[in-house]
């Protein structure tokens, strides 16, 4: 099973940016980030494709967040500019290693998760 690893909360101003890494220690076909702020479901912000480096966005991020993959690394990243307070959460990765049909902004398409990462974003 692929592990993975997020890195690159924390605090910032609205208005800053962050980013987000997520390790993969092995191959993936798909790679999502989610995620979760205090009494709200888990919700799908991005994904991209590892190999045809197709991405995906929710609306409320288009324009602001871009997700970008580094092979050499192994690594997705989300690079998170005009940060708003309602982009406060728990960030997750997820990995998928099987292509097929999927909904990819379902949780359970994905086989692993990372543990999250912080995000705050102060006003």
């Known amino acids: 099973q692929v592990q993975l690893v997020e890195s690159g909360g924390g605090l910032v101003q609205a208005g800053g940016s962050l980013r987000l890494s997520c390790a993969a220690s092995?191959?993936?076909?798909?790679v999502g980030w989610f995620r979760q702020a205090p009494g709200k479901d888990r919700e799908f912000v991005a994904r991209?494709?590892?190999?045809?480096?197709?991405?995906e966005y929710i609306d409320s991020v288009k324009g602001r967040f871009t997700i970008s993959r580094d092979h050499a690394k192994n690594t997705v990243y989300l690079q998170m500019n005009s940060l708003k307070s309602e982009d406060t959460a728990t960030y997750y990765c997820?990995?998928?290693?099987?292509?097929?049909?999927?909904?990819?902004?379902?949780?359970?398409?994905?086989?692993?998760w990372g543990r999250g990462s912080q995000v705050t974003v102060s006003s």
């Open positions: 092995g191959r993936t076909y798909t």
């Open positions: 997820g990995a998928r290693w099987r292509g097929g049909g999927y909904n990819p902004r379902v949780e359970s398409t994905y086989d692993s």
């Open positions: 991209i494709n590892w190999g045809d480096g197709v991405t």
